[in-house]
């Protein structure tokens, strides 16, 4: 795929524009936001932004992508590039937008590391670029015709009545919404999640990601927590009500649950259990006899969003426990789960899938804890809220 004159100059290449990318991503994004800051109004997370997560993320993922073209030239790796697709069609990418982050980015290259860009450097980068922004784009496209399922593959966004909201906990909100447009509620598999388009009170519309977390009939779930200093789930609690519209993509994700027949260990910390509530509630729908352990930690019960959910569910299902931990629990508690979420404990059964979501601290822990009771790394799959600074890891 990668041409051997441009595999020679990226492996060459590669150490320094490595150690340069941290300089690099922060003049691309001041450069493409000065040239169009409606991007970072509408379309780029301004948290983010504001936190640099996403510019380590879209740093890491060149480079990633450029090593691993180097190390295997005849492959594509497409399987990174999944994520990125998902959230990518999320937010509404367009094809025409990767000439403008082309621009950008090489203007960046540039002004960084200056006379070392010779042409045949630029070159190759060039390609590497391209490689991976027209193989992003083929899946985006595919995603995008699959996701609008007889609509306008361009329009992605939909609006939707909130039917009902309800008090999950203190600091968490769900939403029951319905589409407001008349056509029937997009296809969805357990685990994706649907971006939420606010107009927040300075005009900017800002776009979030939110987990949907069960079956609803005609209709879609998913639940809010209020990050402190948050702007976009703030204003949803502040403002979203039923009988309200809000815009939404169609369901994406690429962390899905796999069918077959084997065990599932489903693993979150706080909000993380969204996404594996709508999996243990795809799997009691479905009347599963897999092996099942649920596992979650919380800060204390009242914190804990879905208590009464796992309970219900993990009755129903045949073969299911969970095992809940809480950092400080409200009454008698069991000691050997008071504490942070630790596996020791707990019995994975032999061939178990892993599913995680929550916090990096959490995914890193856990993720260790599971290698070491024997499940493979290809076996363990995880969700993050926020851009993923593992991809490519
Ligand atoms: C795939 C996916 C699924 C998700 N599912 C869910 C879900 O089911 N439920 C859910 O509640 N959330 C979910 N999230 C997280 C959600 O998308 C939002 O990130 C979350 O609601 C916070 O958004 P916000 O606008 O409220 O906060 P933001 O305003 O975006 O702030 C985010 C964080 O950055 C910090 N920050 C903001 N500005 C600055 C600054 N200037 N300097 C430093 N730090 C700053 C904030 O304090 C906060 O901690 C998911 C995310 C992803 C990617
Ligand atoms: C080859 C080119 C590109 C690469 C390598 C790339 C890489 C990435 C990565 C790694 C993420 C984070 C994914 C995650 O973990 O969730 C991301 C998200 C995103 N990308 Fe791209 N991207 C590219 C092109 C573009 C283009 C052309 C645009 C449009 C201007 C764009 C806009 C976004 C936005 C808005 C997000 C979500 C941001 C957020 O929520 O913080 N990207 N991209």
Same mark, same amino acid.
């Given at each position: 795929? &990668?041409? @051997? ?5 990226? +492996?060459?290449? $590669?150490?320094?524009?490595? *150690? !340069?990318? %941290? =300089? ?106 391209? &490689?991976? @922004? ?5 899946? +985006?496209?595919? $995603?995008?015709?699959?996701? *609008? !399922?007889? %609509? =306008? ?124 509530? !709508?999996?243990? =509630? ?112």
């Amino acid at each position: 795929m &990668l041409s @051997a004159k441009s595999a020679e100059v990226i +492996e060459a290449t $590669l150490p320094v524009v490595g *150690a !340069a990318i %941290g =300089d690099i991503t922060p003049r691309f994004y001041d450069r493409l936001f000065a040239a169009h800051p409606e991007l970072l109004r509408d379309l780029f997370n301004r948290g983010n932004q504001a936190n640099g997560t996403q510019r380590q993320a879209l740093a890491g993922s060149i480079a990633a992508f450029a090593s691993a073209l180097v190390a295997h030239p005849d492959q594509r790796p497409d399987a990174m590039l999944a994520r990125i697709a998902h959230k990518h069609v999320s937010v509404g990418i367009a094809d025409d937008q990767y000439k403008i982050v082309h621009e950008h980015l090489f203007a960046a290259i540039v002004e960084v590391l200056g006379e070392a860009v010779t042409p045949e450097v630029a070159a190759a980068w060039d390609e590497v670029y391209w &490689l991976m @922004a027209n193989a992003l784009m083929a899946v +985006e496209n595919r $995603l995008r015709t699959e996701a *609008a !399922a007889g %609509g =306008d593959p361009d329009d992605l966004w939909r609006p939707y009545t909130v039917v009902a909201r309800h008090q999950e906990t203190e600091t968490v909100t769900g939403y029951l919404v319905r589409p407001a447009d008349g056509r029937p509620v997009p296809a969805s598999r357990p685990g994706q999640y649907v971006s939420v388009r606010t107009e927040l009170p300075d005009g900017a519309r800002q776009i979030r990601q939110y987990s949907l977390s069960g079956r609803a009939d005609g209709a879609l779930r998913f639940s809010v927590k209020r990050e402190p200093g948050g702007e976009v789930s703030g204003h949803l609690h502040d403002h979203l009500r039923a009988g309200d519209t809000v815009e939404l993509s169609a369901p994406m994700g690429d962390v899905l649950l796999a069918d077959g027949d084997g065990p599932v260990l489903l693993a979150s910390a706080g909000i993380g259990n969204t996404p594996m509530t !709508a999996m243990l =509630d795809h799997l009691a729908a479905t009347g599963s006899t897999r092996r099942i352990v649920s596992v979650h930690g919380d800060r204390n019960q009242l914190d804990h969003a879905f208590r009464a959910d796992l309970a219900r569910l993990t009755a129903e299902l045949p073969n299911a426990t969970a095992h809940v931990f809480y950092e400080q629990p409200l009454g008698e508690w069991p000691a050997e789960r008071t504490g942070l979420v630790d596996l020791a404990s707990v019995e994975v059964p032999a061939g178990t899938t892993a599913y995680l979501c929550g916090p990096l601290p959490f995914l890193r822990a856990v993720r260790e804890q599971l290698l070491t009771a024997g499940v493979p790394a290809a076996d363990i799959h995880y969700e993050v809220f926020g851009p993923d600074l593992w991809l490519g890891a």
